[in-house]
């Protein structure tokens, strides 16, 4: 029996990625969703990652937060071919992709609070939850997650720990500058403590 090849005569992408872990990832998506649009955008949270650029982007510009965030994946995961492969990309890019079609599907939720620090609490609560089914599904969720395992193959001395600190932390300054609120930026802090 012969093995399945692409028109290049190259072996297809095998995912080898369970029902289970597509089940994990959806509900994480739409968790990760629901915390922006329910609590973070309406408040000026940018809550790190490239939805953090996203939310400062769609505020400045009125561009869609996912549509931002794939358009921010595709270079980085682009770098990673060669590091983290074919599969591995793939795959993060197609989890990017249904991120950010579920997020700009629910963008049309309003904002359930204008306090800031129940949108912390309850937006980190829901995007923390969301984060830890990402993880038990075992799948890259592309964006800065991609990032920071591109960069620790070639700055050994960095922690992943370390490398999210810092990729987050320009982030908050970035979302502090546009906004020209430090208040943003320490509720982002915040933010980003509460679902860590």
């Known amino acids: 029996m012969k093995r399945s090849k692409s028109r290049d005569n190259k072996p297809a992408i095998k995912t080898g990625v369970s029902l289970k872990q597509i089940l994990l990832l959806l509900i994480a998506d739409i968790g990760y969703a629901l915390a922006l649009n329910l609590f973070y955008v309406g408040n000026n949270i940018a809550a790190g990652g490239l939805a953090g650029i996203g ?55 309003p904002c359930i609070t204008e306090d800031k620090i129940v949108a912390v609490v309850f937006g980190g609560i829901l995007y923390g939850s969301s984060s830890a089914l990402a993880i038990k599904a075992r799948m890259s969720t592309g ?54």
């Open 143 to 196: 964006g800065t997650d991609l990032l920071a395992k591109i960069i620790i193959t070639k700055a050994k001395t960095l922690s992943i720990g370390s490398l999210y600190m810092i990729i987050d932390g320009t982030i908050v300054v970035f979302a502090m500058m546009v906004y020209g609120d430090i208040g943003a930026g320490i509720y982002a802090v915040m933010a980003i403590a509460m679902s860590s």
């Open 55 to 109: 939310t400062v982007l769609n505020y400045y510009f009125n561009w869609p937060i996912g549509l931002c965030v794939l358009a921010m994946t595709v270079p980085i995961a682009v770098m990673g071919i060669k590091i983290k492969g074919r599969t591995y990309v793939f795959m993060a890019l197609i989890t990017t992709a249904v991120y950010s079609l579920i997020v700009d599907l629910l963008s049309f939720l």
